[in-house]
């Protein structure tokens, strides 16, 4: 004779309330420690990465306003610039095409930012405002001013006069 695996009705309602109280929180193992500390590793390269690109962009940045390297031994070409103009940005862009085609370190580029003491300065000692590229020789003295919106070629062949010079 078999015996009857059912169990009775009173069993199986204590049987029903013990599983959730039976399952205890797990605790971490090893590969639960191992993720967390994959994803925290991921997270410092991410985090750290995005900071050693925010301060070569911000040292660049005050590289590139630093107005006293117009006096530097080498031809160097200022911006007159308002960062909140979309022409002084316009210029900027062509600016920036017109040196890819020159070698690093014949030309130097400089910004002048009219919304610091310093770049205003520096725009009325000149008589001049936004959306204008001064071109200075290697001895920092004034040889051309360029005023308003330019084609990188145009920007390119006004360059290249000043290295001839």
Same mark, same amino acid.
Request: glycine share 8%; net charge positive; charged share 25%.
């Given at each position: 004779?078999?015996?009857?695996?059912?169990?009775?009705?009173?069993?199986?309602?204590?049987?029903?309330?013990?599983?959730?109280?039976?399952?205890?929180?797990?605790?971490?193992?090893?590969?639960?420690?191992?993720?967390?500390?994959?994803?925290?590793?991921?997270?410092?390269?991410?985090?750290?990465?995005?900071?050693?690109?925010?301060?070569?962009?911000?040292?660049?940045? +005050?590289?590139?306003?630093?107005?006293?390297?117009?006096?530097?031994?080498?031809?160097?070409?200022?911006?007159?610039?308002?960062?909140?103009?979309?022409?002084?940005?316009?210029?900027?862009?062509?600016?920036?095409?017109? +040196?890819?085609?020159?070698?690093?370190?014949?030309?130097?580029?400089?910004?002048?930012?009219?919304?610091?003491?310093?770049?205003?300065?520096?725009?009325?000692?000149?008589?001049?405002?936004?959306?204008?590229?001064?071109?200075?020789?290697?001895?920092?003295?004034?040889?051309?001013?360029?005023?308003?919106?330019?084609?990188?070629?145009?920007?390119?062949?006004?360059?290249?006069? +000043? +290295?001839?010079?």
């Amino acid at each position: 004779m078999r015996k009857s695996t059912k169990t009775r009705p009173s069993a199986r309602k204590s049987q029903a309330k013990a599983k959730p109280n039976a399952a205890a929180p797990a605790e971490n193992t090893r590969r639960d420690i191992l993720r967390k500390a994959r994803n925290a590793a991921i997270g410092i390269f991410i985090i750290g990465g995005g900071g050693i690109v925010l301060a070569r962009s911000v040292s660049g940045a +005050l590289e590139e306003q630093d107005l006293s390297r117009v006096e530097n031994g080498t031809p160097t070409i200022v911006q007159i610039h308002d960062p909140q103009c979309s022409l002084c940005r316009g210029l900027q862009r062509q600016t920036r095409k017109a +040196l890819k085609h020159f070698d690093d370190g014949a030309l130097d580029y400089v910004v002048a930012n009219i919304r610091t003491a310093e770049g205003s300065r520096f725009a009325a000692q000149h008589g001049v405002q936004h959306v204008t590229l001064l071109l200075f020789d290697s001895e920092g003295t004034l040889q051309t001013v360029l005023q308003g919106q330019r084609h990188h070629s145009q920007l390119r062949d006004a360059f290249q006069r +000043l +290295l001839s010079n």
